[in-house]
T-cell receptor, first 115, second 114 residues
Framework: AQSVTQLGSHVSVSEGALVLLRCNYS??????LFWYVQYPNQGLQLLLK??????LVKGINGFEAEFKKSETSFHLTKPSAHMSDAAEYFC?????????????FGAGTRLAVHP | DAEITQSPRHKITETGRQVTLACHQT?????MFWYRQDLGHGLRLIHY???????NKGEVSDGYSVSRSNTEDLPLTLESAASSQTSVYFC?????????????FGPGTRLTVL
């Protein structure tokens, strides 16, 4: 069965600093992996997704993630944080589990950006 | 522009009452999903539908039901609301089915059961 672990429920960075949000997955088959962002009082918005093409995936707003099979990781990075990046970020793995295909979400990481 | 909407955005109800949350999408997507979001749990799938008249149970379906009479709408009904169903509910839709298709989410409904 697939699962997702996001390390760190809260991450705080300074404006202009590197953003690193960690995601590890478990899957018995090649996974499809997603990062979603949720701004306050809004729904989830897709940042990027990995579907077994290039291992380095570029998304919106300057974010990117690298699929590392040997480490079962899909960490999200951004070279320089902006105040507008403050939000909650969810990693998700998609696959067959419990008798059907579904998205399985991590618990989320809340990113705070301070001046 | 095509979109996915949910109503109401906020709802307070009492234990034992029946509650229906609406979800409407204008993308003409075949697939629609309902999730609940609780602190520390991320999003968990309640029900999903792959087309008109098709409905399926997700991992936390007890106490919930859905019906799909057209492509655009997937209402979620709480038959007899319980305090444990206090949560934020998100509807989503996609063109294709999982695993690889992107799901597009509505803005959410915050439900409080007193």
């Amino acid at each position: 069965a697939q699962s997702v672990t996001q390390l760190g429920s809260h991450v705080s960075v300074s404006e202009g600093a590197l953003v690193l949000l960690r995601c590890n997955y478990s899957s018995s088959v090649p996974p499809y992996l997603f990062w979603y962002v949720q701004y306050p009082n809004q729904g989830l918005q897709l940042l990027l997704k990995y579907t077994s093409a290039a291992t380095l995936v570029k998304g919106i707003n300057g974010f990117e993630a690298e699929f590392k099979k040997s480490e079962t990781s899909f960490h999200l990075t951004k070279p320089s944080a902006h105040m507008s990046d403050a939000a909650e970020y969810f990693c998700a793995v998609s696959g067959f589990s419990g008798g059907y295909n579904k998205l399985i979400f991590g618990a989320g990481t809340r990113l705070a950006v301070h001046p | 522009d095509a979109e996915i909407t949910q109503s109401p955005r906020h709802k307070i109800t009492e234990t034992g009452r029946q509650v229906t949350l609406a979800c409407h999408q204008t993308w003409n997507h075949n697939n629609m999903f309902w999730y609940r979001q609780d602190l520390g749990h991320g999003l968990r799938l309640i029900h999903y539908s792959y087309g008109v008249h098709d409905t399926n149970k997700g991992e936390v379906s007890d106490g919930y039901s859905v019906s799909r009479s057209n492509t655009e709408d997937l209402p979620l009904t709480l038959e007899s609301a319980a305090s444990s169903q206090t949560s934020v509910y998100f509807c989503a839709s996609s063109v294709g089915a999982p695993p690889q298709d992107t799901q597009y989410f509505g803005p959410g409904t915050r439900l409080t059961v007193l």
